[in-house]
């Protein structure tokens, strides 16, 4: 059992420098200060960042007390603060009540059912990229930025999968929106002085910029899924018909957008960054 709260101050770990504690070690390299904790301190280490104590739990048994079992006794760190900018209250930043209610309207769309449909439309996006991959090289012979054909690939997948729709063309301006807002995100949580987003900084106009390009993309699909009537068993279509069974409602239209907003993300530029380190190993 993990201990109770006057003893977690007696857990191992780096002592870091000064005032700052692991602070800086975490912004130059994470992975390096992570794993040389877990070898050096073991499954549960605590660090020092600031004047804010966090920990790690490596051991299986103490995750599991963590994220299942005594869930109610944790809340989301406020390094989260900086995704709900960007997503709203989908799954990834929602708790409690309300992220069971939307895990609930959510869930009969990854029913294994329904996943076994998306395998021919990943197929699909898969193969057309390996056919325009030759003509590509052929018309400009320089060198082929993988993970951008990467999160291309995996934008589309998620549009055709979750959406019903096809956004390669929305891929480029999505990815680069993506990634000023996701730097803007970390930014933001790892400021010691944090401006608020609608202090019209040059960072936080970009943004707000970006922010407006990856939610219009969202949008606009719901616009005209709702303005064609078409009813889709995708993951967006079950979102929309969805409704609770114990109090008969469906969801917001902000909850609707936050949830394809997560999903999308949460689909889209993890599963190329895996991809991408995949080609590089």
Do not use: C
């Amino acid at each position: 059992p993990l201990p109770d709260r006057p003893m977690l101050k007696n857990f191992p770990g780096p002592r870091g420098k000064p005032l700052a504690g692991s602070i800086f070690d975490a912004w130059a390299d994470p992975l390096s200060l992570f794993t040389s904790a877990t070898r050096d301190h073991g499954d549960l280490v605590r660090f020092r960042f600031g004047w804010i104590d966090y920990y790690l739990v490596s051991d299986a048994t103490a995750a599991h007390r963590v994220l299942v079992e005594n869930a109610k006794a944790y809340r989301k760190s406020p390094n989260y603060q900086g995704l709900k900018m960007i997503l709203g209250d989908g799954l990834l930043t929602s708790e409690g009540e309300l992220w069971k209610r939307q895990r609930k309207l959510a869930q009969p769309a990854f029913h294994r059912e329904s996943l076994r449909g998306f395998v021919d439309e990943m197929a699909g996006a898969t193969l057309d990229l390996l056919e325009r991959w030759p003509r590509a090289r052929a018309a400009l012979p320089a060198p082929m930025d993988v993970h951008a054909e990467m999160m291309r690939l995996t934008f589309r997948i998620v549009g055709k999968t979750l959406l019903g729709a096809d956004l390669e063309a929305d891929a480029r301006d999505f990815g680069a929106a993506l990634n000023v807002a996701l730097k803007w995100a970390n930014d933001y949580v790892e400021s010691v002085v944090r401006i608020p987003p609608w202090v019209p900084t040059p960072e936080n106009i970009r943004f707000r910029r970006a922010q407006r390009t990856i939610e219009s993309v969202v949008r606009r699909v719901v616009d005209e899924r709702r303005r064609d009537g078409v009813r889709k068993r995708d993951l967006l279509g079950m979102l929309m018909s969805a409704t609770d069974t114990d109090t008969g409602e469906s969801m917001s239209d902000r909850l609707l957008m936050d949830e394809l907003l997560t999903l999308t993300l949460a689909g889209h530029e993890t599963t190329a960054n895996a991809l991408s380190f995949t080609f590089y190993l």
